[in-house]
C-alpha cells in the first residue's frame, strides 16, 4: 500500500487523471503502480512532487503504459520532445535493449547522460529532415512539450517515424478541458492552450496518414500508428 507520503504526491500530481474517482485512480496506483515502479523512476517521481511545475511531470501510471507499450512494439530508436525532469525518459530508457538510442529534446538540459539537444525542436526537426538520412528512421516519438507547436511537430514527425512506428500526443484531454463549456472557469494556461489541443485533435482524427487511438490515461494520450 502507498505511504502516507505517496497518497501526498498523489494529491500533489495525480489530479491530472480524467477518472471520476480518485480513490479508484488511488487503487490502480496502490495496487498496479507503485509495487511495479522500478526504483529509480520512483526516486524521481518523489524528487519532481516537490517541484513548483511538478504538474508538467508524467503520471506514475502513464510511464508504466509507455514502458510497457515500448516493450511490445520491440522499439529500439525513440525520440521525445519535451523532457522536464525525465519520468518519461527514464520510463523509455528502462524499456529499451542495450542497444537502444533515444534523442531527447527539450528548452533546458539539466544532467542528461543521453543523446540530447537543448533548444527549440522545430529547427532541430528540420534539419534532420533535410539531412534525409533519418526519415522514417524512429520506432517511437513522445511529445510531451509546447501544445501550440504539437501540430507543427506532427507535420515534421510524421516523416521521422516509419511506417508502423507510433507517435504518442501527452495532454490530449488537456486536464478535461477539451469538453468544458466556451464560459467555464479555467485556469489561465488551461483556457490558453485548449484551442491548441482541440484543434489537434481534430486534426489527428482526419489524418489519412495514421491510424489513431486516444486513451484516457493520465491527461489523455493519443497514440498515432504511421501507416503510410
Same mark, same amino acid.
Given at each position: 500500500m502507498a505511504t502516507n507520503g505517496e497518497a501526498g504526491r498523489h494529491q500533489e500530481v495525480g489530479h491530472k487523471s480524467l477518472l471520476q474517482s480518485d480513490a479508484l485512480y488511488q487503487y490502480i496506483l496502490e495496487t498496479s503502480v507503485y509495487p511495479? @515502479?522500478? @526504483?529509480a523512476m520512483k526516486e524521481l517521481r518523489e524528487i519532481t512532487a516537490n517541484h513548483p511545475w511538478n504538474i508538467m511531470t508524467t503520471s506514475a501510471d502513464e510511464?508504466?503504459?509507455?514502458?510497457m507499450l515500448l516493450k511490445l512494439i520491440n522499439a529500439k530508436n525513440t525520440m521525445e520532445i519535451g523532457v522536464y525532469t525525465g519520468y518519461s525518459l527514464l520510463a523509455?530508457?528502462?524499456a529499451l535493449p542495450h542497444d537502444g538510442?533515444?534523442?531527447?529534446m527539450d528548452i533546458n538540459r539539466e544532467n542528461y547522460e543521453i543523446e540530447f539537444k537543448e533548444g527549440p525542436a522545430l529547427p532541430v526537426l528540420d534539419?534532420?529532415?533535410?539531412?534525409?538520412?533519418?526519415?522514417?528512421?524512429?520506432d517511437f516519438i513522445f511529445v510531451d512539450a509546447d501544445k501550440d507547436n504539437y501540430l507543427n511537430y506532427h507535420k515534421r514527425l510524421i516523416d521521422l517515424v516509419k511506417v508502423g512506428g507510433l507517435i504518442g500526443y501527452d495532454n490530449t484531454l488537456w486536464n478535461g478541458s477539451v469538453v468544458a463549456p466556451a464560459d467555464a472557469p479555467l485556469r489561465k494556461y488551461v483556457r490558453y492552450y485548449r484551442d491548441f489541443v482541440l484543434e489537434l485533435n481534430k486534426e489527428l482524427a482526419a489524418d489519412p496518414r495514421i491510424e489513431i487511438c486516444q486513451l484516457p490515461v493520465g491527461d489523455g494520450i493519443t497514440l498515432c500508428r504511421r501507416v503510410y
Open positions: 511495479r @515502479e522500478p @526504483e510511464g508504466q503504459f509507455l514502458n523509455t530508457a528502462l538510442k533515444i534523442l531527447a534539419q534532420m529532415i533535410q539531412d534525409g538520412k533519418y526519415q522514417g528512421s524512429y
